[in-house]
T-cell receptor, first 116, second 111 residues
Framework: DAGITQSPRHKVTETGTPVTLRCHQT?????MYWYRQDPGHGLRLIHY???????DKGEVSDGYSVSRSKTEDFLLTLESATSSQTSVYFC???????????????FGQGTRLTVV | DAKTTQPPSMDCAEGRAANLPCNHS???????VYWYRQIHSQGPQYIIH???NNETNEMASLIITEDRKSSTLILPHATLRDTAVYYC????????????FGSGTKLNVKP
């Protein structure tokens, strides 16, 4: 398995509180992604990073911010959690092949977040 | 990226081949076909990818039609542990942000 660790694995928080989820990799891959997964939906891209301090929005970025101060860590922050952000969050990483461009993505085991 | 269309669910008998179809009629020339699966609530697992030639690895085979508008993932001898949601994704290797998942196919392998 690719070296990806998500923390925490489970969290319950109250509406209006800030929450930060961490994704840590040991693969030295350039690209990192945050997805959320809800019943009836596939995985939806929240934010992604293409290098240290280089990030951009995905398809469902409202209410989320990210930071990447070093290659191995990609943080997802909910500034003021809402019940609609109750979900399972997955981090993914991908690298670069010299001949094939961006490689396949490897996923973490997920963080189950409940906002009450 | 091109959109993909997959059946929502399929059944397969244990030990038989599972053939999972995917339509990607708007695929462009620099886009690859990727397959992932997700077992229970685990993180998605990479299976295989290809451009235009058929591909095989230790997990599965990928058959891409000559016009590249559709593909089939083949699990040659399905086991109960292959029960999962299978996602077909079309992705350009040079647009790393374009890695979007659809709803996938729930494969039920039955004894």
């Amino acid at each position: 398995d690719a070296g990806i660790t998500q923390s925490p694995r489970h969290k319950v928080t109250e509406t209006g509180t800030p929450v930060t989820l961490r994704c840590h990799q040991t693969e030295n891959h350039r690209y990192m992604y945050w997805y959320r997964q809800d019943p009836g939906h596939g995985l939806r891209l929240i934010h992604y990073s293409y290098g240290v301090k280089d990030t951009d929005k995905g398809e469902v970025s409202d209410g989320y911010s990210v930071s990447r101060s070093k290659t191995e860590d990609f943080l997802l922050t909910l500034e003021s959690a809402t019940s609609s952000q109750t979900s399972v969050y997955f981090c993914a990483i991908s690298g670069i092949s010299g001949t094939q461009g961006n490689t396949e993505a490897f996923f973490g085991q997920g963080t189950r977040l409940t906002v009450v | 990226d091109a959109k993909t269309t997959q059946p929502p669910s399929m059944d397969c008998a244990e030990g038989r081949a599972a053939n999972l179809p995917c339509n990607h009629s708007t695929i462009s020339g620099n886009e690859y076909v990727y397959w992932y699966r997700q077992i229970h609530s685990q993180g998605p697992q990479y299976i295989i990818h290809g451009l235009k030639n058929n591909e095989t690895n230790e997990m599965a085979s990928l058959i891409i039609t000559e016009d590249r508008k559709s593909s089939t993932l083949i699990l040659p001898h399905a086991t109960l542990r292959d029960t999962a949601v299978y996602y077909c994704i079309v992705r350009s290797l040079y647009n790393f942000n374009k890695f979007y998942f659809g709803s996938g196919t729930k494969l039920n392998v039955k004894p």
